[in-house]
């Protein structure tokens, strides 16, 4: 069974920094990508940031250069790195793993950033 769980998320200040960490049942190894989507109230759900299996690595233009996704195959887990954050970058957010062409999602974990 594919699990995926998210944490890290909280309440941040303007220009501060959190780190978002995604625990996937199994190795990592056998998604075939891996990625971070966030959904802010009353807009659609959006792609972040997302890794692939041979390391590649494609963002949101939103955050290009603020935030990154990496992975340490080791602990089965992805992280996002989010640093500079923005009010605009409150949201809920979902880590996403793509395993056998099916799309499975954690339960998200909210970021907050006050001004």
């Known amino acids: 069974q594919v699990q995926l769980v998210e944490s890290g998320g909280g309440l941040v200040q303007a220009g501060g920094s959190l780190r978002l960490s995604c625990a996937a049942s199994?190795?990592?190894?056998?998604?075939?990508?891996m990625g971070w989507y966030r959904q802010a109230p009353e807009k659609q759900r959006e792609l972040v940031a997302r890794?692939?299996?041979?390391?590649?690595?494609n963002y949101a233009d939103s955050v290009k250069g603020r935030f990154t996704i990496s992975r340490d195959n080791a602990n089965n887990t992805v992280y996002l790195q989010m640093n500079s954050l923005k009010r605009e970058d409150t949201a809920v957010y979902y880590c996403?793993?793509?395993?056998?062409?099916?799309?499975?999602w954690g339960q998200g974990t909210q970021v907050t950033v006050s001004s």
């Open positions: 996403n793993g793509v395993w056998n062409y099916i799309a499975y």
């Open positions: 199994g190795s990592i190894f056998t998604y075939r990508a």
């Open positions: 890794i692939w299996r041979d390391g590649t690595t």
